[in-house]
């Protein structure tokens, strides 16, 4: 058994372990109630956006068509892996990395697959192995719209000059503070919805459909990559809270349990000094 000593020390190194992990906590919990309101609000925007540019851009044909809904030859893949730039979150970093590797092993083991990455702990890893075009960890200092639609230019840039020929997005969809989703998601080239051709779409077109679908096919995009950006970084807060939660509770755990050996051991020591008393007593008055 410790000695008393090494008792007390790893006493107060896992309490102040449990102050720092308590207080990660905290500031997840708070971090994670603004963003989780964030993903909220735009989810349904920006999925009835996409559903109906998906819509109307597979009503256009021929030299119509629009330039992100080429279909060619899939033969190079760029894969846009989202992740953060800080760990201590549980398996939330590590569940990308893994689905990255399931991508380019697997899935797509006969392509060229190359990577932009969002997030330093998938970039350290994936750049050990693969070809990583863009690194941008920067955009969680300033996580706007804007900002992420500079990426989404450079992936569209990259499609339509036929660097690629399929992007696809990897990330984590928040669902709640325990709950995170591994989402594979194709970006470009535009999947066009089935349609019933017996179900006419009802709209009427100002200016013309081909102007509109034009002009907002790019926004979808940006919207699209913004989205799942702001899941993301929801999920990392909720995924966080959940891991410094547990990280506190064992942390209250190992300590109760530390302070009982204390306390065996300081009642275990008193006995032998109060035993070795009462000898020497009863050797004098022998």
Request: aromatic share 6%; hydrophobic share 40%; charged share 25%.
């Amino acid at each position: 058994m410790a000695n008393l000593k090494e008792l007390r020390n790893r006493i107060t190194s896992v309490s102040s372990t449990m102050q720092i992990t308590s207080a990660m906590k905290m500031v997840s919990a708070a971090k994670l109630n603004k963003a989780q309101q964030a993903i909220t609000a735009m989810r349904p925007y920006a999925d009835k956006l996409t559903e109906l540019l998906q819509s109307l851009s597979a009503t256009l044909e021929g030299d119509n068509a629009s330039v992100y809904a080429e279909e060619r030859e899939i033969k190079k893949i760029l894969v846009v892996a989202i992740a953060s730039n800080r760990g201590l979150a549980g398996a939330f970093n590590t569940n990308i990395i893994k689905g990255s590797r399931d991508l380019y092993q697997n899935q797509y083991a006969d392509k060229q697959v190359d990577f932009v990455t969002i997030g330093k702990k998938v970039n350290d890893v994936i750049s050990k192995t693969h070809t990583v075009v863009s690194n941008r960890n920067d955009v969680y200092d300033d996580l706007t719209f804007a900002n992420v639609a500079e990426i989404a230019e450079d992936l569209m840039a990259r499609f339509t000059a036929g660097d690629y020929d399929k992007i696809v997005l990897i990330y984590n969809q928040f669902k709640n503070a325990a709950s995170q989703d591994v989402i594979v998601e194709q970006f470009l080239p535009i999947s066009p919805v089935k349609r019933d051709e017996n179900v006419e779409l009802d709209y009427i077109f100002e200016p013309t459909k081909q102007e509109i679908v034009e002009e907002l096919i790019p926004k979808s995009l940006k919207t699209q990559l913004y989205k799942a950006i702001r899941d993301s970084f929801a999920s990392e807060h909720g995924a966080r809270m959940t891991a410094m939660h547990k990280a506190t509770d064992n942390a209250k755990e190992l300590r109760d349990s530390l302070k009982l050996s204390y306390n065996k051991a300081r009642q275990a020591a008193i006995t032998n000094e109060i035993l070795e008393i009462v000898g020497g007593a009863e050797a004098l008055n022998g």
